[in-house]
C-alpha cells in the first residue's frame, strides 16, 4: 500500500527539480496575469508524468491513482497547485481510459499523456451543483449526431482546454425510474459551433479562470459518447470519486507549503525575547495542523490505493477530500495568524494561498454533501433530502 | 560502449551544514541526501553518449553504505543500465576510493569511466586523476565538451583563463564540469523500471584491498563569522585607515 516509498522519494525528488525551474514564484506570475501554465505542462509530459492515468497501450504509465496523488501533493507542497492535473489528469483521462470507446480512447489518450491535448469537464449549471442529477443541458440524438442546448456554470480552464467533458441528460429527468438515469457523458470540442462562453467573476488566485458555457444546437458525432448512453453515472462516479482524491492531495499539499513557511518564520521572528515559535500558544497549534495534514495524506493514499485496486473507493475518496479540505485551510489560517500583519501581504504569499484552501471545503463537494455521503451510506442514516 | 559512472551521496546543497561539536564530522539529522551533482552531469553525458551511439550500456557505482541505494536508484531512474554498490562503512580517502573504483573497472572493463570532477562536500577534486594513474589510462578533467568516434575522444576542458582541446584513445577517465549538460529528470517511466534494475552488492572486505587511509581528518571547523564592517565618512579617511589601521598601502 502507499505505493513503492522508493518510487514515492523519486518521483517527489523530480517535482523538486522540476520546481526548481518552474516554482513558485512562476506560478504566481501566471496566477496574477491569468496566463497559461504550458511550459510546466510541457515538461511533465515530456517526462511522461501526464500518463500517470494512461493505460500503457495508449502512452501512458498505467492507470495509477497512487502516483497521481503523489505528484499532486508535492507539487502542491512546492506551491504549484495545477488544477489541470485535477480536470484532465483525473476527471478526463479516467472515465476515457475505463469507459471509452476504441475510437475515443485512441483519438485523446496519447494526447492526454503527451500534454499536448487538455479537457475540461462541466457537470455543473445554475439549478444543478450540489444536486448534480438535477441538469437538464440536453442531448437529443438525430441520426449519427446528437445535438446540445443547455447551459453549464464555474467550468474551469475552457479558454485553455481543447475538449469539454460534457455530462449531459439524454432522457428527461420525469422519464427516468432513477434520477441517476438518463444521463450521459459527451466529449465536445472547446470550438464547435453553437458553444460559447463567458468568463466569471470568480475570486480564486490561481491561472485558471471559470467561465459560463452556453450549447445552442451543437452538434456532436455519437462516436463521442464516453460510456453506455443514459448510463453515464459509472463513468461520472469514477471521475468524481478521482477528483475527490487528487483534490484532497492538493487541499493537503497547499497546507504544507503555507505551514512549512510559518514554521521557518515563527524559529527566527522575536517579538519579545524569544522566537515566536517557542510560545505554545502557536506551536501547539501548527503541530496540531501538521499532524491533521499527515493524517489527511494518510486517507488520501488509502483512497487512491482503494481506488487502483479497482474496489469502490467511494467512502475513503470523500473521506480524504474532506479531511484534506479542513486540514489544509487549517494550515494555511495558522500560518497567516504565525505570520502576524504581514501574514496579509503578497510577499510572504500566504494569504494568496487562502482563497483556494478555502474553495476546496466547497468545491467541487461541498463539505455538507460529503458528510450527507457519510452519513446515509456509510452510516446507513436516513436521508433527509 | 560500456560507460561507467561512479557517483557519490552528498548533502543536498541547499542544506545548511553544521559542523559537529566535537568537529569529528557534520551534524546528518535532517540532512537530505542527494548524487553529488557534478556526478549526476556524469551520468546524464553517460546516457546522452549511449543514446548518440544508438546502443551501449551504462553502470552506475558507488561506494558507501547500503542506503546509498537511494541515490543509485535516482540514477538508474534517469535511465542508467544497472548498478554496483560497493558496501562499505568505514571512513575511505580519496586514493582508496580510486583503488576500490580501479577494482571495479578491472573487473566491468568500461571503454569510459566519467565521473564528477569533485564531490561537493570535501571538494577534493582527486579521485578521477588517482583512478586514471592506477589504471594507466589517459585522463581529461574539467570537460565542458564530450565527442567520441571510433575509440577516438575528443574533449574540449575548461582551464584558468580558456578551454583546451584534448584528443585521446579509449578507454580513459573523464571528470566533468558544470557546463557539460544539464542533467534530465527521472521520467516516470524511468522511475517505474528502475524497480527493477539490477543493484548489485559487493562487501568490500571481498576485494582484498589495502585500503588504510593515508589522510587523516583532525578536525572540521565552521568558517568564522563575518564581522560586521564600518563606515567611512570619507576617501581621506578610507585611505588613512587603509594605511594606519589595516597598513595594507
Ligand atoms: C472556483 C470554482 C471552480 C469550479 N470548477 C468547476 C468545474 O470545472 N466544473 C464543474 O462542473 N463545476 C465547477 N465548479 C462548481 C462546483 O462544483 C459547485 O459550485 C459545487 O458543486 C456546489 O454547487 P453549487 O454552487 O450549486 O452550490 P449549491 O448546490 O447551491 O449549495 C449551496 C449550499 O447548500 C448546501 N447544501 C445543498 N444541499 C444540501 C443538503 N442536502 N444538505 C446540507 N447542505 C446542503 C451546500 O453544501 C452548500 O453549502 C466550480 C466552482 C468554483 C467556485
Redesign the interface.
Known sequence: MFG?L??R???R??VR??TAKYGRAYWVERAKSKGHLDEIWH?LG????L??TVPEEYGG?GTSMT?LAILMEELCTQGVPLLFLVITTAMAAIPIARHGNEELKQRYLPAIADGSKKFCFAVTEPDAGSNSFNIRTFAKQEGDYYVIKGQKVFISGYDQAQHVLLVARTTPADQVKEKRHGISLLVVDTNAPGLSAHPMDTQIFAPERQFALYFDEVRVPRANLVGEEGRGFRALFDALNAERITVAAMAVGLGRFALQKAVEYAKVRKVFDKPIGAYQGLAHPMAIARTHLELASLMTHYAAHVFDAGQDAGMYANMAKYAGAEAGIEAVDIAIEVHGGSGFTGEVDVITVWPMARLLRTVPVAREMILNYVAEHVLGLPRSY | MKLLVPIKRVPDPATTIQVRPDGTGIVTDNIKW?INPFDEIAIEEALRIKERLGSGEVVLVTIGEKSWQ?QL??GL?MGADRAILVVNDKPLDTLAIARVLAKVVADEKPDLVIMGKQAIDDDSNQVGQMLAELLGWPQATFASKVEISDSVCTVVREVDGGLETVQFPLPAVITTDLRLNEP?????????K??KKEIKEIPVENLGLDLAPKLKIKALKAPPKRQAGRKVSSVQELVHLLHTEAKVI
Open positions: 513503492d522508493q518510487e522519494e523519486l518521483i525528488e523530480f527539480q522540476l515538461e515530456k517526462a511522461g508524468y500518463g500517470v504509465s502516483r | 542527494v537511494e536508484r535516482t531512474a534530465r529528470y527521472a521520467s516516470l517511466p524511468g522511475i517505474m528502475a524497480r
